[in-house]
Every structure is written in structure tokens, then in C-alpha cells.
């Protein structure tokens, strides 16, 4: 089944354009969506969980026309928010039962799931402890046990390891990646951590100025991508340097004999043992360098330096 199929759907608030003309089609899998802060990635989320009608355009999720079919289409896709929403007051238990309720489900059946989920994510001794008394940490893995609470087949998770510590988004990621293992739920992943996307998703949507820039499979992706080579060099640097030049391919000096070289897609490496014989050098090193999807992103969104450097921090999990 097709997962997502929207096609020219816009979105504006007053003079913003949050979404302009998004087409997508996602088959079924785990998508990372990526973008810089104003991207429109959660202007997009609502429109896929029916909460916000397009200015523009339609299309369907999970079969489902996302301007018609909202309360169904609830009922098929759980939604983990970035903010908290607690109830105050509330026991863990009851926060989930009232979310099974809220899914559509008889209450009877949202309570006993609600003591399953609670397990299932770590939380079961905590059950009847009120949500003021959680912490940031258990706060994440409730919001996680709301959304899988009426068995969804498809996951939203909206920044889930937002305000962890290194140690915690660690934990919250091996539960994630369990829960794909072992449910095989599509699953779509709003994150600025680009590591946390590289970790568990196989495909990737890449959002800017609200339009898609980049979406497929990210090794596909990334075949798109000038491929860098690092290459060290016994002998006479400046003659091997000068080879590389007049072959066209554009080097960065990291120390007196080794550089990365940027090469054109189709460019076969045994050419540098050419070049390095022509000028009188010997190849001592040289390892390819496969394209992450902080390069990807900067590739693809011509991101300016602010950017770069917010993702440089952001990919890393700083």
C-alpha cells in the first residue's frame, strides 16, 4: 500500500507560504521528514493527520482522502506530538486510557492497552504515578505509549527525543527501533537530529522554504552526490596536485600529503594511481568517502552558513 499520495497541496498563513505546491508519494517504510525551523514540516503533519485542510491541493494517507476523512484516518495513525500536552493530575494510565478514548476506542479496551503500552515502553511501575511527578525522559515514552495505544499502522513522531540527555535519546531510539523490528509500522520521523534520522529511517523527505527538495531512499539519494575520495601520496605532492587540477577535480589540503578531492559521479578511482604516476607520486592512501545526510541536506538545500552551522551541532545531537 501506498503510505502517503498528496499531490500540489499548499498551505499559507496570512503572507506566509508554509506549504507551496507539495507533491509526494511515500510507499510504506520508515521516512525521516528534515528541514531548518519554518520548513513547514509541521504545517505538513497536520494536513497528513486531517487537523489542517490544505489551501490547495489533496491527496490521500493510508487510502484515506485527508480532506474528507479525518475522524477514520485518526483512528489509523498515532501521533507522538513535540510538546507534552499532560493533563495535570492525571495518572499515567489514565493519560493513556483517555488517548485510547480519544482514538475512538471502547473504553474498556483503551484501559487494558493502556496497561500493555505502559509496559511495552518502560513505564509499567509508573503507571498510577501522576504526570507532574515524571520526568523529561518518562514524559517521552508516555507520549510514545499514547500514540501506539489503539495499534495504529502508521507512527508520527514529532521530535521524540527532544530535551534528552545523550543517554536518554540512546534509550528512546533502541525502543523505536524495537518497535519497528518487531510491529514492521511505517513510521514518519520529524527530527533536526539528523543522526537520529540516518539511525532509523531508510527513506528521507527533505523540506525547504516549504517545498520538497529531496525525497527517495537515502542510498539512492546520495548517488546523486560528487563522490570524495580522501588520497594521500608518497613523492612530490605539488606535481600530483597539479594533475588533480588539470584533471578538474577540486581537493581540500588536510595535512602536507593528504587531501579530499570532490570527484564527479561515474569517476573511477584508479585514475588517481594515473595521476599519481604522470607527476611522479605514489598512492599511499586513498579511501572513499560515502555522502551522510548532513552533506545530503546541505547538497541539496544550498544551505546557507547560519544553517550549516545549526545542523553541523543538530546532526551530531549537540
Known sequence: MTLVDIHHVSRRYGRVQALADVTLTLPEGTI???GNNGAGKSTLLKILLGLLKPDAGGGTILGCDILHASTRLRGLVGYMPETA???PMLKGVEFVTLSGDLYGMPHRDARRRAHEVLG?????????????EYSTGNLQRLKLAAALVHDPQLLLL????????PEGRGSMLRLIQDLIAETGKSVILCTHLLGDIERLCEQVVVLHRGTVVGSGILAEL????SHRFEVGWLGDGEAFLARLRAAGLEHERVNAALVKVAAPPGWD???FFSLAQESGAVIAHLKPEEEDLEGLFFRVTDAPPAVRTHYEGAAHGH
Open 32 to 34: 525521516g521528514l528534515v
Open 85 to 87: 500536552a499532560i493533563v
Open 120 to 132: 511495552y515502553v518502560g513505564l509499567g511501575e509508573l503507571r498510577y504515578r501522576r504526570l507532574e
Open 158 to 165: 514529532d521530535e521524540p527525543t527532544n530535551g534528552l540527555d
Open 222 to 225: 546520495r548517488r546523486g552526490a
Open 269 to 271: 578511482a584508479s585514475r
